[in-house]
């Protein structure tokens, strides 16, 4: 059924009924997904469903955090580099984006990203292609962007914090994640999961809830 919870969540309550449902809805479709929620949500979570229930669930799930890379450093992560093109650089590397290729790339607090990545983005974005730094070389690649953040991004764009454009291009399909304060039903079940969890030292309990 639409509101059955995902691989990977817990929880029958009445506020997630829509997520799910939601996210079944674009799992399909290579459409833009921007998931939205307080830390501890689970946006991770659906990222990593939408992905499993999609046609890409063959090819990789790519994860960047934007706020744990420093910014010198996210261009080279996100578009590669070629040998040379810069003090290190001592051998090419693919960036993230191109090892997505056939899957997606989940950028999470993606509201953390500098403008001036955004610009480089949201070229991607609306070209398809990356270009590594230090080559002149091009290449096409196909990957669907899922992008999470507790953030709120429209505020960001008035501020002028957050590009307008690229706020538009990623929340084509947007889906809000409620608070655990509006699914109080599910906290037992929450509950039991997670002492499975810490009982097996980490590994995944089977989801039966």
Known sequence: PATEPLPGM???????ASVYRMARLVA??????????ATGTGKEVVATAIHQLSPRAPKPFVVINCAAIPEALLESELFGYVRGAFTGAVQSR??????????????DEVGELPLGMQSK?????EQGEVQRLGSSDVFRVDVRVIAATNADLAELSNKKQFREDLF???????IALPPLAQRR?????????F???FQLGGEQPAMTE
């Open 121 to 125: 983005l949201l070229r991607f974005l």
């Open 195 to 197: 002492l499975r969890k």
């Open 94 to 107: 693919l960036g993230r984006i191109h090892a997505a290729h056939g899957g997606t790339l989940f950028l």
């Open 168 to 174: 538009y291009r990623l929340s084509v399909f947007p």
């Open 10 to 16: 817990v929880g029958h309550a009445a506020a997630m």
């Open 28 to 37: 399909p479709r290579s459409t833009p997904v921007l998931i939205t929620g």
């Open 185 to 193: 039903d599910d906290i037992a079940a929450l509950a039991r999961y």
